[in-house]
């Protein structure tokens, strides 16, 4: 078990969502020309450090629940992103899961990533799964593969309650942009409210933007 | 021992016999942890499944 610091993310809840016209470019053309090389120069310290950038991306998962019935017995029950996002929503009396949608928010904080759902259309945080903290990270030369393992935590207890193993793959073009970027990997973890084990795999999509964001 | 590296989901599956006696146990599981660097190595991460066989008995010297 690793305890989270007290420096640890307390966010409030829609804080980390990206805003509309965060990443919107100046409009003045003297101001373009100076940001572009700037912009170049932080790309290519990037991919030499391996640093990355704050975006939420859809998530697939697919896993399976462990839990205590209420005559004692152990059920195994299968988990998608759906069922994972409503059990998630009901912690906050949400049943209606309709407008909402698993994310993965890579960089939501300075200390890792975090798995949570969030409003499909303006991307407003609804709730919180797991905080992937802590993260220990080793890439390829290329920049092509980021392979790295996190601690789990939840939004109440200051513990670790699981781990999950992140690759993250880049594939570029011949000019060296990035045209694909996908996180996938595999999580496990307890409920600390109940006697439920979580375990699964997942694959991240496309990086969502939102068309009402606040 | 300072802190975790990594974590294990375990079934445990035991079946009985009439006689209420452990007929039989097996354990299997998902892995993963790291590796801290040492000298030689940096970084490393264990992924995996494992499954117990039978139990090992040893018999005394």
């Known amino acids: 078990m690793k305890a989270m610091?007290?420096?640890g993310n307390t966010q409030p809840?829609?804080?980390?969502?990206?805003?509309?016209?965060?990443?919107?470019?100046?409009?003045d053309s003297r101001f373009r020309k100076l940001t572009l090389p700037v912009g170049a120069i932080a790309?290519?310290?990037g991919l030499i450090g391996g640093a990355r950038?704050?975006?939420v991306l859809l998530m697939n998962f697919k896993g399976t629940l462990t839990m205590t019935s209420p005559d004692a017995k152990l059920v195994h029950q299968p988990i998608d992103s759906d069922a994972l996002a409503s059990h998630c929503l009901q912690t906050i009396g949400i049943s209606n899961t309709g407008p909402f949608a698993l994310v993965f928010h890579q960089d939501s904080s300075d200390i890792g990533d975090t798995i949570e759902?969030?409003?499909k259309t303006n991307g407003v945080f609804a709730c919180g799964v797991l905080r992937l903290y802590f993260q220990e990270h080793f890439e390829r030369a290329d920049g092509t593969l980021s392979k790295r393992f996190a601690y789990g935590y939840n939004y109440i207890d200051g513990n670790s309650f699981g781990t999950a193993i992140l690759n993250e793959r880049t594939t570029m073009d011949k000019q060296g942009h990035t045209n694909r970027f996908v996180i996938d990997g595999s999580l496990q973890w307890y409920w600390t409210n109940a006697m439920e084990v979580w375990s699964g795999t997942f694959t991240t999509g496309g990086p969502l933007t939102f068309t009402n964001a606040p | 021992m300072?802190?975790?590296l990594g974590s294990v989901v375990i079934d445990e599956k035991r079946a009985f016999d009439k006689a209420g006696d452990l007929k039989s146990f097996l354990a299997t599981g998902d892995i993963q942890?790291?590796?801290?660097?040492?000298?030689t190595n940096g970084l490393g991460l264990c992924t995996g499944k494992f499954r117990t066989g039978k139990h090992l008995i040893i018999k005394p010297q």
């Open chain 1, 5 to 7: 610091l007290p420096h």
């Open chain 1, 13 to 27: 809840a829609d804080a980390g969502v990206p805003q509309a016209g965060a990443g919107r470019r100046p409009q």
């Open chain 1, 43 to 45: 790309l290519t310290l």
């Open chain 1, 53 to 55: 950038a704050e975006q």
């Open chain 1, 117 to 119: 759902v969030v409003n």
């Open chain 2, 2 to 4: 300072s802190h975790s």
């Open chain 2, 33 to 39: 942890y790291y590796l801290l660097p040492t000298a």
